[in-house]
């Protein structure tokens, strides 16, 4: 079958928080974008896999992931004063 | 004594290796050279008397051991390492386990808790990781609203603080002989997550160009 289900996991507010997992099932052609937006995050949200390899977002996740893969929702950050570049 | 005895906590706390070579200088182990299995791992020692029936692998404080269980007869063993429940004709096997990395892994587990970084009080100590090395990380909880999180690294590559594109933004801070480096984040990372792993990738482009 043509689906993968996937586990997004958006971290809590600060390391007391419990962070909260999400399961979705996706098939091809939705991309990380689509895929936040389903579990209620907004723009803001990117996914990084395991090790920390980022995810295009507005590119298809199908290929990107592997079925009950974990990925990790995070924010935007930007190390320095190149905000404008990342 | 239980059998989940821990030789290496034991032997950190008891160097036995002087003790021996000081009982039983000058033995000649080449009859243990053709042993494969019994071969030195990660540097092993072994001095054993040369009567003794089943070779013996002491290992320095610190290493990894990957035998699985030895068995020491007490008789050969130093006193500080007979053991209150063992008398000359006893043996004792020991049971060296090896020793994994810890890392809590679980559905809901965030993503420092997955690679090891723990917990101390207001602090989280781990490691970033990028192209396969480790480079030590330590971040603080504050109580600022503004800034409730201050990252730092300890021994950047100079990849990273030299030439790399952020290395204007890498503060040294504390002790020099910490060469501890606190971090600037332009746009501050709302979670610990987001903070560690754009770190990452930072040393991850830095290291690759």
Redesign the interface.
């Known amino acids: 079958m043509n689906i993968k289900n996937l586990?997004i996991?958006v971290?809590?507010?600060?390391?007391n928080a419990?962070?909260?997992?999400n399961d979705i099932t996706i098939q091809p052609g939705v991309t990380g974008r689509q895929a936040v937006t389903q579990i209620g995050l907004n723009e803001k949200y990117f996914l990084?896999k395991?090790?920390?390899t980022?995810i295009a977002m507005d590119q298809d996740l199908f290929p990107q992931v592997s079925d009950h893969e974990?990925c990790?929702a995070?924010?935007?950050?930007?190390?320095?004063?190149?905000?404008q570049?990342? | 004594m239980s059998d989940d005895f821990d030789f290496r906590e034991y032997l950190r706390e008891h160097p036995i290796i002087p003790i021996i070579k000081r009982k039983i200088p000058a033995i000649d182990l080449s009859w243990l050279s053709s042993d494969a299995e019994d071969r030195p791992v990660f540097g092993l020692t072994r001095e054993v008397p040369p009567w003794h029936p089943t070779p013996v692998v002491y290992t320095p404080p610190g290493s990894v051991v990957i035998r699985s269980v030895r068995t020491i007869p007490a008789t050969y063993l130093p006193p500080a390492l007979r053991m209150q429940n063992m008398t000359e004709t006893t043996r004792k096997t020991v049971t060296v386990r090896k020793v994994r990395p810890f890392s809590r892994k679980s559905r809901t587990s965030s993503y420092w808790e997955d690679n090891g970084w723990t917990r101390s009080d207001n602090s989280l100590l781990g490691y970033y990781r990028a192209r396969g090395d480790g480079y030590k990380g330590l971040v603080e909880l504050t109580d600022s609203e503004y800034e409730p999180y201050e990252f730092y690294i300890y021994d950047p590559p100079g990849e990273l603080i030299h030439h790399g594109r952020h290395s204007a933004c890498f503060h040294r801070r504390g002790a020099s002989h910490l060469n501890k480096y606190w971090i600037h984040f332009s746009t501050r990372p709302q979670d610990v997550d987001s903070g560690i792993i754009q770190i990452q990738k930072d040393l991850t482009e830095a290291l690759s160009n």
């Open positions: 586990t996991v971290p809590g507010a600060d390391p419990p962070s909260t997992a990084a395991s090790d920390s980022p974990k990790f995070t924010t935007e950050a930007t190390v320095g004063k190149h905000a570049a990342a």
